[in-house]
């Protein structure tokens, strides 16, 4: 179990603070890797998580239905991380790889788009199997 307030708990190598758990430690770079090549996207990961998310991202395209998305991915990002962080610390969690958190990420976003007023027409295993073709 991993309780000190400056030592983070994906990673176990450098001193927890916002920036660091979501846009920079070894384990959560991952998952933005992740995304980026899902999107077949190239990007300098911010210095900040402020600037992230004022960030006017267009991977996906100009589309409502890109930007919808677009933020369900980064907030299924943000909330898979924090999940798992808090897990680690609080029941002694041993955690999973980036990889299996990436498909629960893909999920989340997945379903929360899903159940929005632009992907009314496409189905959740639609947006799941292709991020790109579902925002077309």
Known sequence: MCLSP???????????????????????????????????ASWVIPKEC??????????????????VLWGCLVAAIFWNIWLERNKRIFEDYTG???????????????????VTKEFNNVSLSQILWDLLAAVK
């Open 50 to 67: 402020f600037e992230l998310l004022s960030t006017n991202f267009k991977a996906l395209g100009k589309r409502k239905k890109s930007k």
């Open 6 to 40: 400056h030592w983070c708990s994906l990673c176990k190598a450098k001193e927890e603070s916002v920036n660091h758990i979501f846009l920079h430690c070894s384990y959560s770079i991952q998952l933005w890797w992740k995304l980026l090549q899902e999107v077949k």
């Open 96 to 114: 999973v790889g980036a990889e299996e958190l990436w498909g629960r990420v893909k999920y989340w976003a997945a379903f929360w788009a899903s």
